[in-house]
């Protein structure tokens, strides 16, 4: 299997396959509305702000695996996202991201791109960078600031 062959479901239902991405250049992020690591998405959306005219899409999973971080609704989350961050990248349905009922994507990524906790993602923000050809090449703590990237993103984009 490759990143495109994944699809995954938008905040109102709709299907999207990730070949919709092919040849860009993609974070791929869990995300939450209520952590500490929330401000994060200011620094996502000027990184994308910077770069999706030259091909970068950052694509955010909400997610409520850790401490119940994340609003109950898509509705809520989006709505939180836009008024407080302004996020503009794509961001899709509220998502499991870890254990027994992680979304196949999220099981791809973590096993082309192990972390401390082996193939489990261990916490919100944890960051997944994928190159033009659709390969993993990197993994990001949460606490990795999105501005941190920039020169990787960067050089991919080349």
Not at 80 to 91: H, L
């Amino acid at each position: 299997m490759e990143i495109y062959s994944y699809m995954a479901d938008k905040p109102n239902g709709e299907k999207v396959s990730l070949d919709e991405y092919k040849g860009k250049v993609l974070l791929v992020v869990n995300t939450a509305s209520k952590c500490g690591f929330t401000p994060q998405f200011e620094g996502l959306q000027e990184l994308y702000e910077k770069y999706s005219d030259q091909g970068l899409e950052i694509l955010g999973f909400p997610s409520d695996q850790f401490m119940n971080q994340e609003f109950s609704s898509n509705d809520e989350i989006m709505d939180f996202c836009k008024v407080n961050y302004g996020v503009s990248f794509p961001m899709f349905a509220k998502t499991d991201v870890k254990g027994e009922s992680a979304h196949p994507l999220f099981k791809y990524l973590t096993n082309e791109q192990k972390g401390m906790m082996g193939s489990e993602v261990k916490w919100n923000f944890t960051k997944f960078l994928v190159d033009k050809e659709g390969k993993v090449v990197g993994r990001f703590a949460p606490q990795t600031k999105p501005a941190k990237l920039e020169k990787e993103i960067v050089e991919l984009l080349k």
